[in-house]
């Protein structure tokens, strides 16, 4: 069956420290984007990639980046790691067409010190 | 632009009860309407979806919403609850100008108790 998997799932770090917090997906979707969850915010956008070497800002983009190499992988890097960005990471993939389903990792949660 | 908002942060309910989540939306233009639930320390996982048509939309796990364009509200029922439908709930909306990209509310937390 397809998938989305994200690693790790738990990571604790250092304010100040590089971090990269991996996503792939097996459901061959050209969508992919990468959320926080945070309490009281719901979900919100950090990035997303529509194809190979596509990135996109999203809402709270500030202090992160992503790459996207291939169809299956679009990992997210916290250049420099603050306290504000202790959150849970989700990443989602979906088919190209505006109505179509998200799918959603089982998520990672990050805490910064 | 897009917005979504929750009216309720939780909602404890007995077994067994009805219940109604409810989400009202704004746009200026057509919007597709989301449910997903996110069971504890798991993922988001689609209840059920809107995109056009018959207003009333039959979900997974007994759930259905309905889309009422005059109220831009798309609220969430179940007429009979279970102590595993204990989860986080989220509304989201998705519009053609909006690129696949959905906008979510702030979350219900449905709490049921034996």
């Known amino acids: 069956d397809a998938e989305i998997t994200q690693s790790p799932r738990h990571k604790i770090t250092e304010t100040g420290r590089q971090v990269t917090l991996a996503c792939h997906q097996t459901?061959?979707?050209?969508?992919m984007f990468w959320y926080r969850q945070d309490l009281g915010h719901g979900l919100r956008l950090i990035h997303y990639s529509y194809g190979v070497q596509d990135t996109n800002k999203g809402e709270v983009s500030d202090g992160y980046s992503v790459s996207r190499s291939n169809t299956e992988d679009l990992p997210l890097t916290l250049e420099s790691a603050a306290s504000s960005q202790t959150s849970v990471y989700f990443c989602a993939s979906s088919g190209t067409s505006v109505s179509d389903t998200q799918y959603f990792g089982p998520g990672t949660r990050l805490t910064v010190l | 632009a897009q917005s979504v908002t929750q009216l309720d942060s939780q909602v404890p309910v007995f077994e067994e009860a009805p219940v109604e989540l409810r989400c009202n939306y704004s746009s200026s233009v057509s919007v597709y309407l989301f449910w997903y639930v996110q069971y504890p320390n798991q993922g988001l996982q689609l209840l059920l979806k809107y995109l056009s048509g018959s207003t009333l939309v039959k979900g997974i796990n007994g759930f259905e919403a309905e889309f009422n364009k005059s109220q831009t509200s798309f609220h969430l029922r179940k007429p009979s609850v279970h102590i595993s439908d204990t989860a986080e709930y989220f509304c989201a909306v998705s519009a053609d100008n909006q690129g696949g990209k959905l906008i979510f509310g702030q979350g219900t937390e449905l709490s049921v108790k034996p």
């Open positions: 459901w061959n979707h050209n969508n």
